[in-house]
């Protein structure tokens, strides 16, 4: 199995300027129903919203990337976890959209396959290859001619379009597949508008972290009853996580490290939970 994350290919600098915003969403091709029990697993404080036809949209509470103190990720390595520990549990892709000031960019999770990401500066300038726009069109079933066509111009050196507007160009392609974003939530704004925004939107929710018991019970309840298949889940999930974890703590991977403890950790509640309930 490979690995890899796109947050590692490129220096980070060392902190965006003033007057320049940072923030971050989450796209989810899914319904809110379907999000809302896996993003309780990230034990993170979001806003959840719906985000078009089978699209969902969360906007973190707070900014983990601007924590104080050494050792903090920066933003992307921090949506590349998020993302990837969101699609590994799950059936659906999600995209996680970010930008630091000198960078905005994206990285694309679906199952276990090979994480997708590309990025540009803040003056537009590509820092990535042409097969990633491709991939990134094929995981989401785009036009494999109009949609791959335009997400490839957006991979061309082009002086008049800066960093900012090719995150939105991106977007409007998704859009070509059922992504509405609410009203005012704008890829390139700052996080305290974007989370501004979100909290008055029609259908907005917030998702908070409320123990195990309670994030496994609604996990459960949006995929079945108690009895052997949930027994097997955890088991599957503790075998598959402990590698993918190991993997990631050795090779610096921050999302695939994530990713590995969220899924050791829901086994292993999910199979003390299930032993708990048949005693």
């Known amino acids: 199995m490979s690995f890899s994350d796109p947050s590692s290919a490129h220096p980070v600098p060392p902190g965006p300027p003033a007057s320049r915003p940072v923030g971050a969403l989450l796209l989810c091709r899914a319904p809110v129903d379907d999000v809302r029990p896996a993003a309780h697993l990230l034990r993170e404080r979001m806003l959840l919203a719906p985000a078009g036809d089978d699209w969902s949209v969360l906007v973190p509470e707070g900014k983990p990337w601007l924590a104080p103190g050494e050792g903090h990720d920066p933003v992307d390595r921090v949506l590349a976890g998020w993302a990837t520990a969101l699609a590994v549990g799950t059936s659906w892709p999600v995209l996680a959209l970010w930008w630091d000031g000198e960078r905005y960019g994206y990285t694309l999770a679906a199952g276990f396959r090979r994480t997708v990401g590309y990025e540009w500066l803040a003056d537009g300038t590509p820092l990535g290859e042409d097969e990633a726009m491709r991939t990134f069109a094929l995981r989401l079933a785009l036009d494999p001619v109009h949609d791959v066509a335009a997400l490839e111009a957006l991979a061309r050196q082009d002086g008049d379009t800066d960093g900012r507007a090719r995150l939105l160009g991106l977007v409007a392609v998704v859009q070509r597949a059922g992504l509405k974003l609410p ?41 079945g009853p108690w009895g052997a298949g949930v027994r097997i889940a955890g088991a599957v999930q503790v075998v598959v996580g402990v590698p993918v974890l190991l993997w990631g703590l050795r090779r610096g991977g921050a999302g695939w490290a994530v990713a590995g403890g969220l899924l050791v950790a829901q086994g292993t509640a999910a199979l003390a939970f299930d032993g708990a309930h048949r005693s």
């Open 183 to 223: 009203t005012g939530l704008t890829p390139g704004e700052s996080a305290d508008r974007l989370r501004e925004v979100a909290r008055v939107g029609a259908g907005a929710e917030t998702v908070e972290w409320a123990g195990w018991r309670d994030a496994l019970r609604a996990e459960l309840g949006a995929h």
